[in-house]
Each structure stands twice: as C-alpha cells, then as structure tokens.
C-alpha cells in the first residue's frame, strides 16, 4: 500500500456538494481535488480522463464505476464513496477484485438517532424522507392527486364542480365499514420499516412482505413486529400471496439482476383492483409496459413511481406518462435538504477514512 502513503492524493469529485460539506475535502491540505465543475450529471469523457492516479473518487448514483473507469484511475485509488444508499451502478465485483473500498449512504436515509416517539403508537419513527415520500406517493396515488392537480394547473377546474363521488379513490386508513388495510412491502429493510411505522397511524392491520423471486417461499409471523406495530400480522410471505393481498404495495428492494422486472405482468395480474403499487427503489424493478397496461386495463387502482427504468429519459410519450392513474415524480425521495446535506457529509467522511486508513461510518459489504 506503498502508493497511498504519501500526499498529495488526488481526489475527484464527480458533483459539487455545496458550500456546507465541500470544505470537508477542501480543508484536507493533504487533498489535491478535482471537481465537475458543471450543474449537471458528470460527464463520462470528463471523469474518464480525470480519474487517472485518484486516491478517492465521489460518486453519484448516475455515474457507473465498471472495469473500464477503474482501470482508468489505476492502481493509486483505494475509495468509491457514493452519495446514495443504492450501489447498483458500481461494479462490486470488479471493486473487491482491487481490493478497493467502497463507501455508501444507508443509515442517513433512515437515522434512528433522530427517531421522535409517534405519539399514536410506541413505534419509532425514523428519520426517513424516502419513507416519507413513498406515504405521499400511495396517497396522491390512490386519491387521483396527480390527476386533480394537473387539471388545476391547466385552469380546467371550472369544469368539475364538485360530485358526490368525484375524484374518489380507495382510502388508505381503516374505517368502520372497512376494518382491514394490508401493506405489502417487496423488501423489507430499513427503508420499508420506516414506510411501515408511518402507515401505523392510518390503523393498518396487516404488513405482509417478501424479499423477492428468490425468497423461499415459507409463511412466516413475525410475532416481535406484530407486537411493536400492534397489528394483527407481520408475515413473511411469497411473491403470490403479497401480490393477492396487498392493498399498497412498496416496492422498496435493491435493484440489480436479482430483482430486474419483479413486477411483471404476472405479478399484476394477481394484484386486486383496488391496490396501489408505489416505487421508491430502483425503476428496473418493475416492468413498465407491463405497468402501462394493468392500469389501462384496470387490473390495478393507480401507481406512484419515484423511479422508472431509463430515467432520466421519460417523456410524454412514455407508456406511464400517458397513464392518468400513474403519479411519477423524478427520483426526489431523499430530496429533503436535511437528508441531502447529510447524505453529502456521510460520502465526504466515507472516502476521508478510507484514505486515511480509518474505519469508514459507512462500508460497502464486498
Ligand atoms: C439512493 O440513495 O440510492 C436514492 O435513490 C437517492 O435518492
């Protein structure tokens, strides 16, 4: 490790983190920085010719760290810190076989140190902006948000006055005449708890969840978060019984090749007609054509996307867009400025341990 002992080290920062965490880097005199210097996605030719002799580089989540980047930087790079919790656009493999640290963003996303008691429950409710965007997105979903808000911007309210049953949708929250509400979640992790912690209120019954295809396909209770979100059941379930069952289904799973179109139209066609399906993960987990059609065909109430595979190349003519029962907002579930600074400071202090040989707050498993 010859090659890291001996400042300057060259790093590259591949966005700008903003004046509260660039001095992080900036004050490390050791440091000789690079930094895109546009307001936009790194570009690739950019960062190819700048890597070469990194220590440390700062990546996004839309910027892919393969073979070919990593030979370009050489043998002087000892950190990848990206600023996201995903880590999908990495290669990990290619990372290990360098024997390369890699730095992440999880527990920003969902820090039990800011956890505030709910006062309607003993459940903890963690800080988490993408659990609470995922809530905002079945809710606009489910009661034609996306629809009621358009028409008002394009100045068309004059031509709905109000109806007994105007813009209804199904209601997230029980009521007296609808006394069980089941929450499904395709990943069950940090995230999604967090998900499920905020639908308590709503007076949910039930959580049902699955890890993915490959998940074994055993019924399981789970009678420790029966007893902390006081529901009537948490069980781990297969992909059928989650789509049969779940009124709102989270998808909130790593993407990757383990879990590439999981929602397909297989899955949706088992799903009621009534449910939501919400996605705050990655967009390659779910199919969109296959998506498309269900709420065409009405197999499905609605859908709230926060992610859609190829983003950021969505246009109008997107089978989804076209889809009035399809809510998609562009990938701005950790987009609080709380979240965002904190998701910066974690990448800038991942990749200053890696370099100086300490342990990083936050370490990819390789
Ligand atoms: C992440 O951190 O991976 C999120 O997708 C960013 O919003």
Redesign the pocket.
Known sequence: ISHFSSPPYKVVVCRNLGPDVMPLLENRHEFELVVWPEDRACDRTWLLENIAGATGVIVM?TDKVDTELLDKAGPSLRVVS??????EHIDLKAAAQRALKVG???DV?TDAGKSALHPCSSTLMNFC??ADLSVMLALMAGRNGGIGAALVQNGEWSNFSWAPFGFCGPQLSTTATSPTRKIGFLGFGRIAQATLARLVPFGITHCLYSSGPSSPPNLQRDAELEKKYNLKAVAKVDLDELARESDVLFVLAPGGSGTYHVVNEGLLKKMKKTSIIVN???GTLVDSDALAKALKEGWIWGAGL??VEGEPNVTRDHPLVKEPRCVIVP?????TLE?RKS?ATRAAHNLIAAIFGENMPAEVDL
């Open positions: 989540l990206t600023m996201s919790v995903g880590h992440y963003t999880p996303l902006a993408v705050a993960s990655r926060d992610v990938h701005i579930a950790s987009a979240t998701m």
